[in-house]
């Protein structure tokens, strides 16, 4: 079993795409587009929304500079002038801090833009540059004033790849994660870390934990061997994108047999290290998309009744919907630009409330149990249109109940005995839930 900082058992993550969020221009064509512009503080304005859904984590995407998308960094020491400078940042921050909350940020590693001045300097000099060992490039029948041949991150011309085998590299962001680990962020989110050799973390992490035992870090790692990947990486946490999928897809489809079977595999990763999990994020459609809007609280109730250190995507506690399509632009419709401040919630739509409140009061649940963060989950009974899951654990164990179908069912409460959150009718052992109803049972620890 892998070690993490203490207080990750407590974190609850707000994640923010800050450039769509604020309303930058993602694909800068002026210099105008690339003015420093104040944007950042829009952020604050939502920092005690983050903190009234009872969330105590920040997880924000790119902040330094890039030329478009924030994945394409040309500085990994300056804030995006698109979201403004130093100051923004700092004042960010702080603002966060008072309310509890804490930061982390995204580390792009893998790759960097193709006008970072360390490759361009390549582009000039060719292999005498200074800074040549830090990408992967061949340089037969080069000459110049031609295209350097490097490696680039899943066949995009503009991120060229490092050389995670050079020590220049592994150097690079062992400085990088510190600076800004010392500016007052408790972790780093590691950008496309299934592309880096874990031997790559397994060099740079034990250096900055020299100065920061605890900073966490978390790894986007789409498939592959999980427990493999962490222990040869010391990577703290990976996405659980199978876990993601198993929800949304159990729902969707009303197959909740697909759900049943990936907690199974989920339940085994707890051996092992603690999932990052989620329901949506800046790369997939919306969860209030991929399922029926009355569903998005079941979705929910699982992220949050079952072990990992959840996050929840802006919006999506709102109810916004937006579809990722394969095209350029594609991730525009689920990375929006939100308002300076939260609407009120008089003015939310029937269903963007009941979502809220779901929200509410399964962060209420879940915060009030810490110890669900490694919890064992078993599958108490399953069809295509129900599921009850029982996760517990010495400290104490929950029921959650739900129902897909379009009409009332009654299943097992196991040791249930009453309802924590949602809404069901319990009796001789029993929970009736109404269509399309869920509910959370609490049970007494045994």
Known sequence: MTSEPGWVRHALWWQVYPLGFVGAPIRPSTADDRRLTHRLP??????????????????????????S?????????RIDPRLGDDADFDRLVAAARERGIRVLLDGVFNHVGRAHPAFRALEEEGPRAGTADLFRVRWDGWTPGRPV?????????????????????????????????????????????????????AQVLPRVRETHPQAWFLGEVIHGD????????????????????????????????ELSHALGRHDALLRTFVPATFVGNHDVTRIASAVDPDLVPHAVAVLLTVA???????????????VKEERLGGDDAVRPEL??????????SPQARAILDAHHELVALRRGRPWLHRAHTDVLE?????????????????????????????????????????AGSLHDGQVTLSPRGWAVLAADPH
């Open 42 to 67: 829009r952020l604050e304005g939502w920092l005690d929304h983050v903190a009234g859904l009872g969330l105590d984590g920040l997880l924000l995407g790119p902040v330094f500079a890039s030329q």
């Open 69 to 77: 998308h924030g994945y394409d960094t040309v500085d990994h020491f």
């Open 149 to 201: 041949d490097a490696d680039v991150f899943e066949g995009h011309e503009g991120l060229v790849a490092l050389d995670h085998a050079s020590p220049a590299a592994a150097d690079l962001v062992t400085r990088v994660m510190t600076f800004w680990l010392d500016r007052g962020i408790d972790g780093w989110r590691l950008d496309a870390a299934y592309a880096v050799p874990p031997a790559f973390w």
């Open 226 to 257: 999980y427990a493999a990947i962490v222990e040869a990486s010391t990577i703290d946490a990976l996405t659980q994108y199978e876990l993601w999928q198993g929800i949304w897809h159990g729902i969707a489809d009303r197959n909740l047999f």
């Open 308 to 322: 990992g250190t959840p996050t929840i995507y802006a919006g999506d506690d709102l109810g916004l919907t937006g």
């Open 339 to 348: 308002p300076d401040r939260p609407p009120p919630v008089e003015a939310l």
């Open 382 to 422: 399953v069809t295509n249109t129900a599921i009850v899951l029982r996760t517990g654990s010495g400290e104490g164990a929950v029921v959650t109940a739900l129902n897909v179908a379009d009409e009332p069912v009654t299943l097992r409460a196991a040791d249930g005995t009453s309802v924590a959150a949602g």
